[in-house]
């Protein structure tokens, strides 16, 4: 799929997962497109938004991964 085994691996586990959780009962899905890494300071945070051009682009599902080892809040 992508040229980083780690990559690969990720995209793997995840297909494996939502395809297992049938979150779209009639979509099996079998690769991941791109992946989308966004870096976040102290203070910064993701608001509310609709993913208008990844939905004009064909995706049908969104998967957030937290990348941090001491994350405190909600």
């Known amino acids: 799929m992508f040229d980083n ?3 690969d691996n990720i995209a793997e586990r995840s297909l494996n997962l939502i395809n297992e959780l049938k979150i779209y009962s ?3 899905y079998t690769k ?3 992946f989308l890494f966004n870096q ?3 203070t910064n945070f993701l608001n509310y938004h609709i993913d208008t051009a990844e939905i004009e682009n064909g995706a049908t599902i969104t998967v957030l991964y937290q990348l941090n080892d001491d994350y405190e809040g909600g």
């Open 32 to 34: 991941v497109n791109t």
């Open 26 to 28: 009639n979509i099996k």
């Open 5 to 7: 085994p780690d990559l």
């Open 40 to 42: 976040y300071a102290e």
